[in-house]
């Protein structure tokens, strides 16, 4: 009787914990889920909102937590941490792409510098490829 009793109290807390999984998300199931992959070297583009500069806006969830650039967070999880002050760029010059091939770590000055010779090659892009 007893150890029946404790056993059903076991079971209740258990099926607690299971119904508050759909809260689990997580920031990288939300990136992809909104993400368009194809081929390995393909774009990868955010179908989401974007900020002014077409880069895509995913939030971190929780609380008063900031939006953040879709690609950084591409890079987060696919390639860890980014380094404070550092941007991320984009080889293919395509601000929503989020594929981790196309993403590189960069400085501003490197974004200065890939401005500067954009626009000397193309005129009308001259929009910097980090953030
Ligand atoms: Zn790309």
Known sequence: MHAKRLRRYGDASVVKKLSSRHHGVTLS?????RVVRGAPDACWEWQGATDKDGYGRIGRGGRGAPNNPAHRVAFEISRGPIPYGLLVCHHCDNPPCCNPAHLFLGTH???????????????????GRCS
Do not use: P
């Open 109 to 127: 000055q490197d974004n200065q510098a890939d401005k500067v010779a954009k626009g000397r090659q193309a005129r009308g892009s001259t929009a």
């Open 29 to 33: 199931d939300r990136l992809w889920a």
